[in-house]
């Protein structure tokens, strides 16, 4: 029994038949003559290797689980296959290893995360190796490692100051001395926040002989409640091994003023046509239909929005601008009220918005408020480095300054700023004037201090006992050789 075009190619026709047999060569035959095109159009046949990186390459790895990070692209036939192995004296450990099916994705991220001493590593050098080959023809690949090492001892940090008389919101100094450890940083935790320190050498000569001594500034909640908060001296090492010291503490409770504010349909009418669009601008999404509207139900919405996410989103940009503290003591004695009025809010006062008889909304007050007359001369509370001067959302027109060592100072609702970034300014000097830019209801200077970005209480920062006290004896102790008290 014949193929039907053989059997026509039996009686006459030949050609026919030698096509259809000849027929399946022919890419191949294109393939031979023309490669170039078959690498350029068609991505089973691309021959360019995949792209492959890992996001950081620790210089250490240590006790518990140790996360890699890596990132693989290729523009053509898609990722095959990814695999992650670590070497060490000649034996090779698998990290991580993965095949894709078809359609190959052309992007991937990985995160792995290992423990090395489960997998039987020494505390030694150690490569980790990364290869990843695409689904082309041809198998491209691409290859990407670094060395690293292993460390299992754990660093040891011991306190030096023996007490640590605090309040709910308020701030302190606690000196420890790192006592082993190749260490990446080190500080105070309070419940879930890291205070990171400075080596003690930075605050004098009398501190260089032991440049193991270290300090921190730091601040207790100011909605401090029960069980006991935990406080704890840390030193983490370059494998993020992690080193704890307990420390003595008090905490003096602090009742925090409760403040009902009723906001009038006027107040709302004004502010939130102003600052809604600015937070939907911000975030980048449309405002809603009625987010300009007059509408009582809207213009409460609106606040809320702005009371809430807003504020958040603030919170977040101040604590990012304060991240670049100077690794010097730029304040000196009591800071000064930076405009002679009266205070008119307290720190850390809960407030509840009322609208038509309805609460709307909550939040918690960072700061102290100082009334003014119109225009009033806002002064520097004491010498430092301006590191933020722009307009903040609630907070209007607002200038940060950085004082060294995780302490600043925020000036809130200001109707004009005469200071830049990066300006150096001493105790009283102008640096703008009060307003009620924000969201401000009238004329008057938000005043905030805070420690690596978290706010506690001014009233500390205006005592002159306090300072003496907790911060400047301290130190003097701490210089002569004595525990600190």
Known sequence: MHHPALRRSLHGGLPLALAVLLLPLLPLAAFILFPDLFTKYIPFFEKSPPDLEFVQKPEA????????????????????????????????????????????PLNQEVAIDFNPKELGMRED????????????????????????????SRPRVEVLTSQHNVSQGGAGLVFYRIISGEIRESGIRVGEKEFIGFPASLLGQE??????????????????????????????????????????????????????????????????????????????TQPPSNGNSSDPQALSEGFKVINESQRAINDKRIRTALKDTAKERLWEGTFNRAVMGSPTSSYGEQRSYSFNGREISRSSHDGIDL???????????????????????????????DHGFGLSTLYGHLSSITVAVGDRVAKDDQIGRSGMTGL?????????????????????????????EHID?????????SDGL
Do not use: C
């Open 125 to 152: 050098a150690v490569r980790i190796k990364a290869s990843v080959f695409d689904g082309s023809f041809w198998s491209n690949g691409a290859e990407e490692q670094f060395s690293s090492r292993i460390i299992y």
């Open 473 to 481: 004896e301290r130190i003097l102790s701490m210089a002569a050789g």
């Open 207 to 284: 501190f260089k002989s032991d440049p193991a001594v270290h300090f921190a500034l730091f601040g207790v909640p100011k909605d401090f409640k029960s069980p006991p908060l935990k406080m704890q001296v840390f030193a983490r090492d370059i494998g993020g091994n992690e080193a704890l010291a307990p420390m003595y503490f008090r905490v003096r409770n602090v009742a925090l003023r409760s403040a009902p504010i009723k906001l009038t349909t006027e107040f709302l009418a004004d502010k939130v046509p102003e600052l809604l669009p600015k937070h939907f601008a911000e975030i980048g």
């Open 371 to 401: 009334a003014a007359v119109a225009n009033t001369v806002v002064r520097a509370a004491n010498s430092g480095r301006v590191v933020f001067a722009e307009e903040l959302g609630i907070y209007g027109n607002t200038v940060l300054i």
């Open 440 to 468: 401000a209801g009238g004329d008057h200077l938000h005043f905030e201090v805070r420690l690596q970005g978290e706010p506690v209480t001014p009233i500390e920062w205006w005592d002159t006992r306090w300072i003496r």
């Open 61 to 104: 790895l240590g006790l518990g689980n140790n996360r890699l990070e890596l990132r693989v692209h290729d523009k053509g036939a898609g990722i095959d296959e990814i695999t992650v192995r670590a070497e060490q004296q000649g034996r090779s450990y698998d990290l991580f290893r993965q095949s894709f099916p078809r359609p190959k």
